[in-house]
């Protein structure tokens, strides 16, 4: 009985644990699909679309109006959902995302899954004829006009010329005064692309344009109320203005036999290869709009901001010292005629470049690139839908441990070694990469070397407070320094 109750028991033990089996392994399925949903359809990324109608806009707001500047508003989340999730500004659902996976998936979409889009406000401020706001097709007849006038003959010029300028501007720091270093790289920086782009070089009209730029700069951010007084409605006067003062000088070009070594002449004059031929005096306008915009407040946040790291590393800046009074004495070995930096000159330093980038890195003045999703698709294990906003979380970026070791010390030398793909985006990537990059980081190697070269300093205020309102991280305190001349 024994036996047989085991032989007939075994089967119907095995056939009870099999079905206990069955079942266990159904309801485990059920409750884990119940929990994630199946890999045919991934689950939308995590995250708050806040309140009916107005979703988290009043919390980005309150960011943009905060001291610690807009990028509060996506560190938080960033801290409480993890690398991707999403929100609802505006009236529009937007994903932030933060992998050098994702980046390269979106900045190396064709326009196909993923066009650029900034808000509505921007694109108002910068014109819809604008290469940041441009259809993916418009966006590729704009760019391939403009590429032509950042070559590398023009860049050579462009140094020697622009280190004049900063000679000339340091000279005027008098030893032992206190100066305000965004306001004075915001003023270097204004002159050298307003000389570049439309060869205006008088004070006063300078004065103006840079108030003009930074009223729109305001703007960006700004709810799109067009009422007299606020923000906006004063951001698209100033863009108005501007475009006046853009309209008139192309009139005049136009009528004048005279040439002018500058963008707007070689765009006015230029015959345009494709079937659309050259571009429009709208785009022509819309466009060195758009390189004021571009230009002159990023870089000049991105001087502001190495300087700062310089003051509290000076290991590093000793580092660079060393390398720039070498390259100053050997520049002054070479010519006695013409002291002016070259191209040559700057393909000749090694530290300062990577004080260049780490700086780029740390400070992530772009703190992130917005894009429009054009059809359903996957990020990071997430679904993100048609018509969503996907924007790519540099700064996260930028800062993360698996990426950069210790990321929140200041270490050139982490770039001796060649950066992970798609890791360091101060730039962007891929067909919307900045323009002006290499104008950018000329501009920043030609400053460092004549700072250092020319001044010890301290900084004076190191409140960390960023501006309010401002779409490129800067500095409220403006960065003050106390400067010393050194004797040569
Ligand atoms: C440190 C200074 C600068 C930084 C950090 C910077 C960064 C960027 C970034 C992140 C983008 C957008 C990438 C994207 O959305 O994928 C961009 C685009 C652009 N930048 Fe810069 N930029 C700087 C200086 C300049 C300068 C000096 C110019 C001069 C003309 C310029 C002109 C442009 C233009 C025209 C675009 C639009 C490109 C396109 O959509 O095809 N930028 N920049």
């Not at 993890?82 to 505006?90: A, D, L």
């Not at 290869?273 to 758009?290: F, H, K, P, Y």
């Not at 700062?308 to 000076?314: Q, Y």
Request: aromatic share 10%; proline share 4%.
């Amino acid at each position: 009985m024994p036996f047989s109750l085991c032989f007939w028991c075994f089967p119907a033990a095995a056939l009870g644990g099999a079905a206990l089996s069955i079942l266990i392994v159904f309801l485990f399925s059920v409750m884990s699909s119940a929990r994630r949903p199946s890999s045919h359809s991934p689950p939308p990324p995590p995250g708050s679309r806040g309140l009916p109608l107005i979703g988290e806009t009043i919390q980005f707001m309150a960011a943009v109006n905060s001291s610690n500047g807009v990028y509060d508003f996506v560190r938080i989340r960033c801290l409480r959902y993890g690398r991707c999730f999403k929100t609802r500004i505006f009236g529009e659902t937007h994903v932030f995302v933060s992998s050098t996976e994702s980046a390269k998936q979106i900045l190396n979409d064709s326009g196909v899954n993923y066009t650029k889009k900034y808000i509505r406000s921007i694109a108002e401020l910068v014109g819809h004829r604008s290469l940041l706001c441009a259809s993916h097709l418009d966006h590729k007849f704009l760019r391939s006009h403009l590429i032509n006038l950042f070559s590398t003959s023009f860049l050579a010029s462009f140094v020697t010329q622009f280190d004049q300028q900063i000679v000339e501007a340091l000279r005027g720091w008098e030893s032992g005064s206190t100066i305000v270093l965004l306001n004075q790289a915001l003023k270097i920086t204004c002159k050298a692309m307003c000389k570049m782009l439309m060869s205006i070089q008088n004070d006063d009209e300078l004065e103006l344009l840079q108030k003009e730029v930074a009223h729109v700069c305001e703007a960006m951010l700004a709810f799109p109320w067009r009422f007299p007084g606020t923000r906006f409605h004063n951001g698209l006067k100033a863009r108005r203005r501007i475009i006046k003062i853009l309209e008139k000088m192309i009139r005049e070009r136009r009528r004048s036999e005279a040439w002018h070594d500058d963008f707007l002449q070689r765009l006015l004059t230029e015959e345009g290869d494709d079937s659309r031929g050259a571009l429009l005096d709208v785009e022509i306008g819309d466009n060195i709009l758009t390189m004021l915009i571009a230009g002159q407040d990023t870089t000049a946040s991105a001087i502001t901001w190495m300087v700062k790291f310089l003051d509290e590393n000076p290991d590093v800046l000793q580092n660079l010292k060393d390398e720039q009074f070498e390259i100053l004495n050997k520049q002054r070995d070479r010519d006695r005629e013409s002291c002016f930096l070259t191209l040559e000159d700057l393909g000749n330093m090694c530290y300062a470049p990577k004080v260049v980038k780490e700086s780029l890195r740390l400070a992530s003045v772009v703190p992130w690139f917005p894009r429009l999703v054009l059809q359903d698709s996957q990020i990071q294990g997430y679904k993100v839908n048609e018509g969503w906003n996907v924007n790519i979380d540099v700064r996260s970026l930028h800062s993360h441990p698996s990426i950069y070791h210790h990321p929140l010390i200041f270490n050139p030398s982490r770039f001796d070694e060649e950066a992970k793909p798609y890791s360091f985006l101060a730039f962007g990537m891929g067909g919307r990469q900045c323009l002006g990059m290499n104008l950018a980081k000329a501009m920043m190697l030609v400053f460092l070397h004549r700072l250092v070269t020319s001044y010890r300093w301290k900084v004076i205020d190191s409140d960390p407070s960023i501006e309010k309102w401002a779409l490129f991280s800067k500095l409220k305190s403006g960065c003050p320094i106390i400067v010393t001349r050194i004797e040569s």
